[in-house]
């Protein structure tokens, strides 16, 4: 009944991403931007994304659910996620960085399941060098989330990468005329 509802949950990609979706989308649908700039999903003391998700879900019952984080994670705060054995997770291209992340994108996406349909989308790649095997790495977790709970992907290659699958700065707009496609700091 009425429009569908659409929840964007994710980090500054996702909201300069939603406010060119508010856009495109019709009449019938309705989009509410989450989206925390420097949000990620292991560092708390920044922004708590599964209380905050839990409770937008709650006031919002969304019928899509679409998620986009870029690897945001210390943010120079020397603050650090936890492995099970207590270990400091320092280095955000490790295995244990992104175990941890899987882990915490599942339990995010099973809540947000419940009730809607959920979707992860692939990170681009992004303008900095060191940050491209922390997407790579990203991309691999999320399709593999995608895989275990049954969520869909959208590849954001498809629109913000070159046919190599490298970093686009430049595209075309709507028209069909040149446009930036990226913001100054390359993500």
């Given at each position: 009944?009425?429009?569908?509802?659409?929840?964007?949950?994710?980090?500054?990609?996702?909201?300069?991403?939603?406010t060119?979706?508010?856009?495109?989308?019709?009449p019938?649908?309705?989009?509410?931007?989450?989206?925390?700039?420097?949000?990620?999903?292991?560092?708390?003391?920044?922004?708590?994304?599964?209380?905050?998700?839990?409770?937008?879900?709650?006031d919002?019952?969304?019928?899509?659910?679409?998620?986009?984080?870029?690897?945001?994670?210390?943010?120079?705060?020397?603050?650090?996620?936890?492995?099970?054995?207590g270990?400091?997770?320092?280095?955000?291209?490790?295995?244990a960085?992104?175990?941890?992340?899987?882990?915490?994108?599942?339990?995010?996406?099973e809540?947000?399941?419940?009730?809607?349909?959920?979707?992860?989308?692939?990170?681009?790649?992004?303008?900095?060098?060191?940050?491209?095997?922390?997407?790579?790495?990203?991309?691999?977790?999320?399709?593999?989330?995608?895989?275990?709970?049954?969520?869909?992907?959208?590849?954001?290659?498809?629109v913000?990468?070159?046919?190599?699958?490298?970093?686009?700065?430049?595209?075309r707009?709507?028209?069909?005329?040149?446009?930036?496609?990226?913001?100054?700091?390359?993500?």
């Amino acid at each position: 009944d009425g429009p569908t509802r659409v929840l964007l949950v994710g980090d500054s990609l996702m909201n300069q991403l939603g406010t060119a979706f508010e856009d495109q989308v019709g009449p019938g649908v309705q989009v509410r931007n989450e989206a925390v700039f420097g949000s990620g999903l292991l560092s708390p003391w920044y922004f708590d994304w599964p209380p905050h998700l839990r409770r937008v879900l709650e006031d919002y019952d969304p019928d899509v659910v679409v998620f986009l984080f870029v690897g945001n994670y210390d943010l120079d705060t020397g603050r650090y996620a936890e492995t099970a054995d207590g270990d400091l997770i320092r280095d955000p291209t490790s295995s244990a960085f992104f175990t941890a992340w899987q882990q915490q994108a599942e339990q995010m996406g099973e809540r947000a399941a419940e009730d809607a349909s959920v979707a992860w989308i692939l990170p681009p790649p992004m303008g900095e060098r060191e940050r491209q095997p922390i997407v790579a790495g990203l991309r691999d977790v999320y399709a593999a989330v995608a895989d275990d709970t049954g969520a869909d992907t959208i590849d954001a290659n498809d629109v913000l990468a070159d046919p190599d699958g490298g970093y686009l700065a430049r595209g075309r707009d709507l028209q069909g005329r040149p446009a930036p496609l990226r913001s100054f700091d390359g993500v």
